[in-house]
């Protein structure tokens, strides 16, 4: 059995459209048993209640309710990581659960002091917490990490998140010390790229790069990326390529050509002189589904003026027959890029969609106009373009 999820470090929310819950856990390809498995579901299951929680969660919660839920979390994870290392003594990824125990560390709460639930702030000093027992535990935890930096079997994808997780609280101190600066992440970014050459923390550490240099959306993001398109990072370097091919856009013409998934054949180029709409989409994606209408009355309203739209379907090869019988429901007659790959969407991929719905709006020559051709803004553009 290969452990196949994804590691979303605690406090750090998933904000693309991609909106699905990610597992708290390490890609790694080592075959593991399937009690192993079973331990690990366990504690994937207990940090998942620590966050990011779906819409509706918090509502008829008190502060205090949440604050008992995260520590009896926090010392379920704990417990729980423990009992693996323990009992699993030679399966590499015993290291797991220590990374588990390092991203959540318990405050040994007690009780509750009155007041928590009208607090601003984090609330700390409401907490009735048993400081030996913290402390007690804080030394035992040095001890793991210590056998961890040691251990000669521990995963990359482990070392790699490790090695990330670290340099965020080296941040934070950092902040708190006013050293913080884009040099720190810059430098971070690059050494993690050098030693996880497979890895994605270097993408990730790059792309805070980018929204904290203030170049995300300027002219200046173009220079950003061409300097990362050859980092030995293969993930840092396939995004630094697609990015630059979204930047080319506006000055060269889009080009993809096509079997729909109804067999019609579809050429961009063919459509020169016309204004298209690529939406980046999927029958699963809730905000995709919500911009329908808006994308159905504007093609209805405009192409006979010149207005085309052309799918790009993010549904996984499973899900064939539901996009055909989605796109037949719900009246949309334009065609549909469709390769089954989901997210490794090949022309997605070309793009650097990592959300969606993406909508690019090209012009009458192919160069993209907009990569958020959205809500009243789309008929607007339409309008623009077509001289209306």
Partial sequence: MKRLLTLALLGLATLSAQAQRSTLTTVTSVAISEEAAAALKQL?????????????????????????????????????????????????????GVLHML?????????????????????????????????AWTKELGLYREAMLKASDVPWEIQESLASLEYHKSFTEARRAKTYNEALLAKAASDLATRFPKGYAALRMHLMQLRESGKQGTAAEADFWTGLAQSPNEKVAERARSELRVANLKTKPMELKFTAVDGRAVDLEKLRGKVVLVDFWATWCGPCVAELPNVKKVHASYHDKGFEV???????????????????????????????????????????????????????????????????????????????
Avoid: C
Wanted: no cysteine.
């Fill in 310 to 388: 052309v799918g790009i379907s993010l549904d996984k090869e499973s899900d064939k027959q539901k996009l055909i019988d989605f796109t037949k429901k719900n009246d949309m007659p334009w065609p549909q890029y469709f390769d089954g790959k989901g997210w490794g969407n090949d022309v997605a991929k070309s793009y650097a969609i990592t959300g969606i719905p993406a909508m690019f709006l090209l012009d009458q020559k192919g160069n993209i106009v907009t990569t958020n051709a959205r809500g009243e803004k789309l008929e607007a553009e339409v309008k623009r373009l077509l001289g209306l």
């Fill in 103 to 135: 991203m959540v560390q318990p405050d040994f709460v007690t009780g509750y002091k009155e007041g928590l639930d009208q607090a601003k702030g984090p609330g700390q000093e409401f907490l009735i917490m048993d400081e030996a027992a913290k402390a």
């Fill in 44 to 96: 994937d299951e207990a940090h998942l209640l620590l966050g990011p929680q779906p819409q509706g969660y918090f509502e008829g919660k008190t502060r205090t309710d949440l604050a008992r839920i995260r520590e009896a979390s926090q010392q379920k994870i704990r417990e729980l990581a423990v009992t693996f290392y323990e009992t699993h003594p030679k399966d590499p990824l015993r290291w797991e």
